[in-house]
C-alpha cells in the first residue's frame, strides 16, 4: 500500500511550478515586436520629479520675476512651469524604450529627436542596481549603467528586480549567446552605436 498522501485541493494549494522559461517576469512590460520594452509608468513620475529638483530654482526665479508685483500671475506661472516639467517627464517616458541583447544594451530616448544609443559590454564600467525615493514605494529599482563618458550614462527607471536583473544577465552575456528572455536578440558590432531619427544628435 502506497504511504503517499491523497493532495487536499481544497486545503493544500497546488504546487506553482514557476515562471516558464523565457516567460516575463511579474510587473514586466510585455516586450513590443522589435523586442523593445518600455518602463513602468512609475518611471514617468520618477522622470518629473527629478527635473523639478534640478530646476526648482530656475522654476521659482522665472515664476515670480515674469509674475513681478502681481502675486497672482507669480502663482499661475509657477504652477504653469510645474506643470510643463510634469509633461516633459511623462513625455521622456513615453518616448523612452530600451532592449537588453547579449553583450549589449540598446536605448531609443529624445523627447523631440530620436536617438539610438547602443553600449556594448566592453564599454561598460558601472552596472548596478539603486533604489530611488519614488521606485522604493512601489518596491522597483533602477538599473545605473555609466561608461567613460557622461554621454553615455543611461538609468533604467522602475524595473521590477527580476526585470533590472534580467537585463544585467543579458548584458553580460557573451555576444552570440541566446537570450534569457523575451525581446532579446543578436549581438552586433563592439563599438558604441548612436543613430538618430531627423535633426542634430541630442547632447
Known amino acids: 500500500m502506497s504511504d503517499e498522501r491523497p493532495h487536499d485541493w481544497l486545503h493544500d494549494p497546488p504546487h506553482d511550478p514557476g515562471p516558464a522559461p523565457g516567460a516575463v517576469p511579474a510587473g514586466a512590460e510585455e516586450p513590443e515586436g522589435d523586442g523593445f520594452r518600455r518602463l513602468h509608468p512609475v518611471a514617468a513620475v520618477a522622470n518629473s520629479l527629478s527635473l523639478i529638483r534640478s530646476n526648482v530654482l530656475t522654476i521659482v526665479l522665472v515664476a515670480f520675476l515674469g509674475g513681478g508685483r502681481e502675486s497672482r500671475v507669480s502663482l499661475y506661472m509657477l504652477a504653469g512651469s510645474f506643470a510643463l516639467v510634469l509633461l516633459v517627464g511623462i513625455g521622456r517616458w513615453v518616448r523612452f524604450r530600451y532592449r537588453a541583447e547579449p553583450g549589449r544594451l540598446v536605448v531609443l530616448d529624445g523627447l523631440l529627436v530620436r536617438r539610438e544609443l ?13 533604489e530611488g525615493f ?10 545605473r549603467i555609466q561608461t567613460g563618458s557622461q554621454r553615455e550614462a543611461v538609468t533604467l527607471r522602475a524595473l521590477t528586480r ?4 534580467r537585463v544585467m544577465d543579458v548584458v553580460r552575456s557573451p555576444r552570440g549567446a541566446k537570450a534569457s528572455a523575451q525581446g532579446a536578440g543578436a549581438g552586433g558590432g563592439g563599438e558604441l552605436e548612436e543613430r538618430q531619427e531627423g535633426g542634430s544628435l541630442e547632447g
Open 134 to 143: 519614488v521606485e522604493r514605494l512601489f518596491r522597483l529599482v533602477n538599473v
Open 162 to 165: 527580476e526585470e533590472a536583473q
Open 118 to 130: 547602443t553600449l556594448p559590454r566592453e564599454r561598460i564600467q558601472v552596472m548596478e542596481q539603486v
